[in-house]
């Protein structure tokens, strides 16, 4: 795992600081907790400002294109993506209040671990395409309607494993 800053002010040292810290913790975790594996993973941290940029470009990256989402990037404390190597999870420490952090690191290592199932990887790679309008993702209303029942149950799952971040240290 690799664990690195974005254009990050050093006034979020102490965040950068506490991920680094736990990170490895934190994945054994989750890993025993699933009893799956973590393939690679980037963990990312940036600021507001540089947080959509920064998730943009990881897709830019996967799909070889210089599109845009068109539909933005919703507000959210971290983010996991797909990236050429594996998985980006990427961490907004202006956004992410201090006591927030740890479980918000579980939560998008749950997703990362999820990514990591069969089929999901192609899953996540055609929404991304579909958000990019490269390429249309289902068509039919049942095949969007699995889609986001599978996204909500994805969802429950690593909320249900924050619990896990009482244990950092």
């Known amino acids: 795992m690799h664990v690195a800053a ?6 979020y ?4 600081a506490r991920i680094e810290a736990i990170a490895d913790q934190a994945a054994q975790l989750v890993q025993d907790e699933m009893r799956e594996r973590l393939g690679p993973v980037e ?9 959509e940029a920064r998730i943009l470009a990881a897709e830019q990256q996967i799909l070889g294109t210089r599109t ?4 933005g990037y919703p507000k959210s404390l971290a983010h ?9 999870v ?7 209040p201090a006591r927030e952090l740890d479980k ?10 999820q990514f990591g199932r069969r089929g999901m990887r192609d899953f996540v790679l055609a929404g991304i395409r579909n958000n990019h309008g490269i390429e249309k993702a289902g068509g039919w209303l049942k095949v969007n309607l ?22 950092l240290r």
Do not use: F, Q
Not at 13 to 16: D, I, V
Not at 104 to 113: C, F, G, P, W, Y
Not at 148 to 166: D, F, I, P, T, Y
């Open 104 to 113: 918000t690191l579980v939560h998008e290592l749950v997703h990362a671990v």
């Open 90 to 96: 990427l961490v907004d420490l202006e956004a992410t």
């Open 68 to 71: 845009e989402s068109k539909w």
């Open 80 to 88: 996991t993506t797909l990236s050429p190597s594996g998985v980006l």
């Open 6 to 11: 974005y254009r990050l002010p050093g006034r």
């Open 146 to 167: 699995v889609d986001n029942r599978k996204v909500a149950a994805h969802e429950r799952e690593a909320r249900s494993l924050e619990h896990l971040a009482r244990k």
């Open 13 to 16: 040292s102490k965040g950068m």
């Open 43 to 51: 963990i990312v941290a940036s600021d507001t400002r540089r947080y």
